[in-house]
């Protein structure tokens, strides 16, 4: 299922799709966005939607990122074995 983190993480975006991001100390290019969905959380708690995206990067890793509208960081969600 992959280990939860939840921490910032610095991307770099091309029309607001993440296409290298900062992961395991140094700069990866995204090789393949496989998925991407949104997702409102604990609404009843006021919690902003959030745009989810599952990358392939190019050294294999698969990782899950967010965009926290109401912080404006992206966010290490979860890191796959």
């Not at 899950?64 to 960081?73: K, L």
Request: glycine share 4%; net charge positive.
């Amino acid at each position: 299922m992959g280990q939860l983190l939840n921490r910032p993480i610095s991307v770099h975006t091309v029309c607001a799709w993440p296409r290298r991001v900062f992961f395991n100390g140094k700069w990866h290019n995204v090789f393949r966005v496989m998925e991407v969905w949104k997702d409102v959380g604990c609404w009843w708690t006021k919690e902003t939607e959030k745009t989810f995206f599952r990358l392939q990067l190019e050294a294999q890793h698969v990782i899950e990122i967010y965009w926290a509208q109401e912080t404006n960081f992206w966010v290490l969600y979860r890191i796959y074995d």
